[in-house]
């Protein structure tokens, strides 16, 4: 027999660890002291200990391990650790996203000797209907852009189309490109449903599902939007992602008073493609 800490010992486990295992019945002594509460092990409980240890390694949980160790068939040990494989799985695809953020940022670091953006996040978003007004501009480029934006958003209240439509998120903005310079600039309310009827030249629309780089801005349109699309590419790039289509802008503290402009705050997507698996 062995004492509590020759058994620690020779495990190269704490005794504080046999101690809890004897406290939840994964490993009992062999004898204890009756008058003195001392443990005692023997010789053929170090397997026990070493296969509850090996389990743990496999990443098992201690109530896990105590079912393996009771006895069980060989199809529920394979389900477990069947279960256990896609779990191991699950966080190797989670380490391997998190490498893959390290390594952008270094190679952005590389490329723009520069701080890297660190809000720019991956986001899929659904398809939505929504009621936009548009209007041509000709250039994207915030000069030709934003004051196209700017009477349509006060055509939403002139028209009265807030008081017609449940939205279900703030304003946003998005464009449509066009053969040439022009493009459309619209100003749009997402909506729980399609309208019976809107007052031209408000339209109802579907913007499909697309899979975005995200980062939040804050200050006037035409003075964040130029780096911060920049630095959506370049993270876009970064992580070999292909980006497509003008951006959408959603407008999620909009300000009234020109003064405050500073204060107002836009989330800003830019949707891309993920490069294709190669065929095995």
Same mark, same amino acid.
Do not use: C
């Given at each position: 027999?062995?004492?509590?800490?020759?058994?620690?010992?020779?495990?190269?486990?704490?005794?504080?660890? !046999?101690?809890?295992?004897?406290?939840?019945? !994964?490993?009992?002594?062999?004898?204890?002291?009756?008058?003195?509460?001392?443990?005692?092990?023997?010789?053929?409980?170090?397997?026990?200990?070493?296969?509850?240890?090996?389990?743990?390694?496999?990443?098992?949980?201690?109530?896990?391990?105590?079912?393996?160790?009771?006895?069980?068939?060989?199809?529920?040990?394979?389900?477990?650790?069947?279960?256990?494989?896609?779990?191991?799985?699950?966080?190797?695809?989670?380490?391997?996203?998190? !490498?893959?953020?390290?390594?952008?940022?270094?190679?952005?670091?590389?490329?723009?000797?520069?701080?890297?953006?660190?809000?720019?996040?991956?986001?899929?978003?659904?398809?939505?209907?929504?009621?936009?007004?548009?209007?041509?501009?000709?250039?994207?480029?915030?000069?030709?852009?934003?004051?196209?934006?700017?009477?349509?958003?006060?055509?939403?209240?002139?028209?009265?189309?807030?008081?017609?439509?449940?939205?279900?998120?703030?304003?946003?903005?998005?464009?449509?490109?066009?053969?040439?310079?022009?493009?459309?600039?619209?100003?749009?309310?997402?909506?729980?449903?399609?309208?019976?009827?809107?007052?031209?030249?408000?339209?109802?629309?579907?913007?499909?599902?697309?899979?975005?780089?995200?980062?939040?801005?804050?200050?006037?349109?035409?003075?964040?939007?130029?780096?911060?699309?920049?630095? !959506?590419?370049?993270?876009?790039?970064?992580?070999?992602?292909?980006?497509?289509?003008?951006?959408?802008?959603?407008?999620?503290?909009?300000?009234?008073?020109?003064?405050?402009?500073?204060?107002?705050?836009?989330?800003?997507?830019?949707?891309?493609?993920?490069?294709?698996?190669?065929?095995?």
């Amino acid at each position: 027999m062995f004492s509590i800490g020759e058994f620690a010992r020779m495990g190269t486990v704490s005794v504080r660890t !046999l101690r809890h295992y004897d406290e939840i019945g !994964l490993l009992r002594p062999a004898h204890v002291d009756p008058e003195t509460g001392y443990r005692s092990y023997s010789a053929d409980q170090l397997g026990q200990l070493n296969r509850i240890i090996a389990l743990k390694d496999l990443g098992f949980s201690l109530t896990q391990a105590g079912k393996l160790l009771s006895g069980i068939t060989v199809e529920e040990l394979r389900g477990m650790l069947a279960l256990r494989r896609a779990q191991l799985e699950q966080e190797l695809d989670e380490y391997t996203t998190r !490498l893959r953020e390290v390594e952008a940022r270094l190679h952005y670091i590389e490329g723009e000797n520069a701080m890297p953006a660190d809000d720019i996040t991956v986001k899929k978003i659904p398809a939505m209907g929504v009621v936009a007004i548009g209007g041509t501009a000709p250039g994207i480029g915030p000069e030709h852009a934003v004051p196209v934006v700017n009477r349509a958003r006060v055509q939403f209240d002139e028209l009265g189309i807030p008081g017609l439509v449940t939205a279900t998120g703030p304003y946003m903005i998005f464009f449509e490109d066009h053969d040439g310079d022009d493009i459309t600039a619209y100003v749009a309310l997402p909506v729980a449903e399609p309208p019976a009827a809107l007052p031209p030249p408000a339209q109802y629309l579907v913007l499909p599902a697309i899979e975005a780089v995200v980062a939040v801005r804050n200050g006037p349109a035409a003075g964040i939007f130029p780096a911060v699309y920049h630095d !959506l590419v370049q993270y876009a790039t970064a992580h070999g992602y292909e980006t497509h289509g003008p951006g959408r802008d959603i407008w999620i503290n909009e300000i009234d008073d020109v003064s405050q402009v500073e204060e107002q705050v836009f989330e800003i997507q830019l949707a891309f493609t993920r490069p294709q698996a190669s065929p095995s």
